[in-house]
C-alpha cells in the first residue's frame, strides 16, 4: 500500500508538471498570436515615390522551379524548387545587390528617400559578412560553399527554407497501388493526371498529357502488372521502379533531384495575404470572396506595354510591379498588382490608434502620413491585389529577364478550394494561411470600414464561416477541405482532405527602400539586378554608352 502511495504521489507530480508545460505553452502560441494581430504591418510612406528590394529572398532564374498558388482563404503561396545554381548565386546576388545599390547612391544616381531600409539592408550584408563571402565561391569546395550558403539563407528568411527529404521508394510502394485498378483498362486523360500527380502529392501539377508522359504511365502500368503477377519478387519491383522514376522525373521535368532512393531538396516558400474581386459568392450556405477566372494561367505581357515586367505610368501604382496573368478585352487585365487608393492615417476610422504615430525607420522622425495595407478580402475589380513589399518580394523571386517571365505559371483555385500544401515534407499536408487578419470595404475610393475585426478568431470566423475547429493547442483544423485540380488550363474539384490542419504562416515583414523619382525602365532594370543576370547599365545611368 505504501509503495502504492509512493507511484500514486509521483503520477501526481508528473502529471501536474506537464499539465503546467502544456499551460505555459498554450500561454506562449496565445501570446504569439496575439503579438500577429497587434504588430505594425503593411508599409508606412509620406509620398508616392520609386522603391528597392531590401530583403533577402533568393532570386530563380528558373521557370519550372516555381509554383504560384491561390486558394481559399486569400492567400497566395509562392515555392521555389532551390537548385543548386540559386543555392550557388544566393551569397553572389546579395552581394551584386548590394554593390549596384551603394553605387547608385555613392554617385548621385538615385537619392533615398523617406525610410532607411538600405541602412538595415547594408548593416545585415556587412555583419554575416556576405561580400567576403560571396567572393570566396570560386575558392572554396562547391559542397562546402553550397551549405554556407543555405545557413545564411535559412537565417535571413526564418521559417520560409524547408529541406524535403522523402523515401521514394516508400511513395512508390503506396503509389503503385493505385494503378492496380488500370491494369485491365485505359486510365482516361483525367485519371492519367491524377495519377501521375499522386506520385509526389501537392507538389506535381502536371495539367496535360503529352504522349511522352503517356508512354512512360502506360509502361510503368505494365511493369507493375508483371510485379503482382510475379508474386511481388525483388527484380519485378526493381524494374517497376525504375519506370516510374523515369515517369516521375519527366513529369516534373528534373527539379527534384535524387540522393539514393530519397528525394533531398530544399524550397523556399512564401505565403502572402491577398485581395481579390470585391464580391462575395455562396458554397455551401457559406458566403465566402469570389475568386474570378480560376484555373492555370502563365504571366502574359501587358497589351499596352507589351512586357510582362510591366510598372504603371499612374502614380497611384507606386511604381511597383504589375505582373498580368490574364488579358480582359483589348485594353485590360488581370494582374497581380498593389493598392491604387490612399490610406490617410490619420483619417482612417479602424487601425489602432498606436500605428497613428509611427515613425519606424523614418528618415525624418515624423509620423507616416500614408499605409499600404492590404485588405485581405473582396477590394479589386478583378485583379489580385498584393501590398507594396510583397509584390517587391515576388518580383525579386521571379527571373530577371523578360523572356523567361511568361514561362512562369500561376494556379488559381476556385473560390471554395484551399491549398493544400505538405510545406515541410513530412507526408502530413496543412490548408494554407497567414498571419494576418485585416479586410475592409472602399467608399469614395477610400478605406472605409473593417469587414472583420482584427483579431484571429473573428476574423477566420469572417473569413472562413464554419466547417472548422480549434484543437487543445488553439490551432485551428478544417473538417473537410476540397481542394482543385487543373487539366490544361482548367480548374476542376480536386482531392478533399478531411480533419487537416491549418499553416498560419508568419506575416513577412516588407523590406524596401524609397528613393527619388527616376524613369520607369530606370526602375524596372533596377528590380531585376542579379549575379546571374546581364543588367543593362545604360539604362541605370551607370554606363555613358
Known amino acids: 500500500m505504501k509503495k502504492l502511495s509512493i507511484f500514486t504521489a509521483l503520477l501526481l507530480i508528473l502529471l501536474t508538471a506537464f499539465t503546467a508545460q502544456a499551460t505555459e505553452q498554450n500561454k506562449i502560441q496565445s501570446e504569439k498570436r496575439n503579438d500577429t494581430e497587434n504588430e505594425l504591418q503593411g508599409v508606412y510612406y509620406y509620398r508616392i515615390e520609386p522603391s528597392f528590394y531590401t530583403g533577402f529572398a533568393p532570386r530563380c532564374q528558373e521557370p519550372n522551379n516555381i509554383h504560384i498558388h491561390l486558394g481559399r482563404g486569400n492567400q497566395v503561396r509562392v515555392t521555389l524548387v532551390l537548385s543548386n545554381p540559386v543555392i550557388d548565386s544566393?551569397?553572389?546576388?546579395?552581394?551584386?545587390?548590394?554593390?549596384?545599390?551603394?553605387?547608385?547612391?555613392?554617385?548621385?544616381?538615385?537619392?533615398?528617400?523617406?525610410?532607411?531600409?538600405?541602412?538595415?539592408?547594408?548593416?545585415?550584408?556587412?555583419?554575416?559578412?556576405?561580400?567576403?563571402?560571396?567572393?570566396?565561391?570560386?575558392r572554396m569546395n562547391p559542397r562546402a560553399y553550397r551549405k554556407i550558403s543555405l545557413e545564411i539563407l535559412e537565417k535571413l528568411n526564418p521559417g520560409r527554407v524547408f529541406h524535403i527529404h522523402i523515401n521514394f521508394d516508400q511513395q512508390m510502394h503506396r503509389w503503385s497501388i493505385q494503378l492496380a485498378p488500370f491494369l485491365n483498362k485505359k486510365p482516361s486523360i483525367q485519371e492519367s493526371l491524377a495519377l501521375i500527380n499522386n506520385m509526389l502529392p501537392t507538389r506535381m501539377w502536371v495539367s496535360e498529357l503529352p504522349w511522352r508522359l503517356k508512354d512512360k504511365l502506360k509502361n510503368a502500368i505494365a511493369l507493375y502488372g508483371i510485379y503482382e503477377e510475379d508474386l511481388k519478387s525483388e527484380n519485378a519491383w526493381k524494374s517497376f521502379y525504375h519506370a516510374a522514376v523515369e515517369l516521375f522525373e519527366a513529369a516534373a521535368n528534373n527539379i527534384y533531384p535524387f540522393n539514393g532512393k530519397m528525394l533531398d531538396f530544399y524550397e523556399f516558400t512564401a505565403v502572402y495575404p491577398v485581395g481579390t474581386l470585391n464580391q462575395m459568392a455562396k458554397y455551401d450556405g457559406r458566403n465566402i470572396p469570389l475568386y474570378p477566372c480560376p484555373g492555370k494561367r502563365n504571366l502574359i505581357h501587358h497589351q499596352r506595354t507589351k512586357v510582362v515586367d510591366h510598372i504603371p505610368d499612374k502614380v497611384c501604382y507606386g511604381y511597383l510591379p504589375w505582373l498580368p496573368y490574364m488579358h480582359v478585352g483589348k485594353t485590360l487585365h488581370n494582374s497581380f498588382h498593389t493598392l491604387w487608393f490612399q490610406n490617410n492615417v490619420k483619417r482612417n476610422t479602424f487601425i489602432p490608434k498606436e500605428w497613428k504615430q509611427n515613425t519606424k525607420n523614418s528618415r525624418t522622425g515624423k509620423p507616416y502620413p500614408y499605409l499600404w495595407l492590404l485588405s485581405r478580402g473582396p477590394m479589386s475589380h478583378g485583379c489580385t491585389h498584393v501590398?507594396?513589399?510583397?509584390?517587391?518580394?515576388?518580383?525579386?523571386?521571379?527571373?530577371?529577364?523578360?523572356?523567361?517571365?511568361?514561362?512562369?505559371?500561376?494556379?488559381?483555385?476556385?473560390?471554395?478550394?484551399?491549398?493544400?500544401?505538405?510545406?515541410?515534407?513530412?507526408?502530413?499536408?496543412?490548408?494554407?494561411?497567414?498571419?494576418?487578419?485585416?479586410?475592409?470595404?472602399?467608399?469614395?475610393?477610400?478605406?472605409?470600414?473593417?469587414?472583420?475585426?482584427?483579431?484571429?478568431?473573428?476574423?477566420?470566423?469572417?473569413?472562413?464561416?464554419?466547417?472548422?475547429?480549434?484543437?487543445?493547442?488553439?490551432?485551428?483544423?478544417?473538417?473537410?477541405?476540397?481542394?482543385?485540380?487543373?487539366?490544361?488550363?482548367?480548374?476542376?474539384?480536386?482531392?478533399?482532405?478531411?480533419?487537416?490542419?491549418?499553416?498560419?504562416?508568419?506575416?513577412?515583414?516588407?523590406?524596401?527602400?524609397?528613393?527619388?523619382?527616376?524613369?520607369?525602365?530606370?526602375?524596372?532594370?533596377?528590380?531585376?539586378?542579379?549575379?546571374?543576370?546581364?543588367?543593362?547599365?545604360?539604362?541605370?545611368?551607370?554606363?555613358?554608352?
Not at 551603394?102 to 533615398?112: M, Q
Not at 473538417?479 to 476542376?492: C, E, I, M
Not at 513577412?508 to 542579379?530: A, D, G, K
Open 90 to 138: 544566393y551569397l553572389p546576388d546579395l552581394a551584386f545587390r548590394y554593390h549596384v545599390y551603394d553605387e547608385l547612391i555613392k554617385t548621385s544616381k538615385i537619392k533615398l528617400t523617406q525610410n532607411l531600409g538600405f541602412e538595415k539592408f547594408a548593416r545585415i550584408i556587412k555583419t554575416e559578412n556576405i561580400v567576403k563571402l560571396a567572393g570566396e565561391r570560386n
Open 387 to 545: 501590398n507594396a513589399g510583397h509584390i517587391s518580394e515576388l518580383r525579386q523571386m521571379l527571373p530577371s529577364d523578360e523572356k523567361a517571365l511568361p514561362k512562369v505559371v500561376t494556379y488559381r483555385n476556385k473560390s471554395n478550394h484551399f491549398d493544400v500544401f505538405d510545406i515541410d515534407g513530412d507526408g502530413r499536408p496543412e490548408v494554407m494561411g497567414v498571419k494576418y487578419y485585416h479586410a475592409y470595404s472602399l467608399k469614395h475610393k477610400k478605406p472605409y470600414k473593417r469587414r472583420a475585426p482584427a483579431d484571429r478568431k473573428s476574423f477566420y470566423k469572417w473569413l472562413y464561416v464554419n466547417g472548422y475547429r480549434y484543437d487543445a493547442d488553439g490551432g485551428l483544423v478544417f473538417d473537410q477541405a476540397p481542394t482543385s485540380r487543373f487539366v490544361r488550363k482548367n480548374a476542376y474539384k480536386g482531392e478533399t482532405y478531411e480533419n487537416i490542419p491549418l499553416y498560419e504562416a508568419e506575416y513577412t515583414p516588407e523590406t524596401l527602400q524609397f528613393y527619388n523619382r527616376m524613369p520607369i525602365p530606370f526602375v524596372r532594370e533596377l528590380r531585376r539586378i542579379s549575379s546571374t543576370y546581364d543588367h543593362n547599365r545604360k539604362v541605370l545611368k551607370l554606363d555613358k554608352k
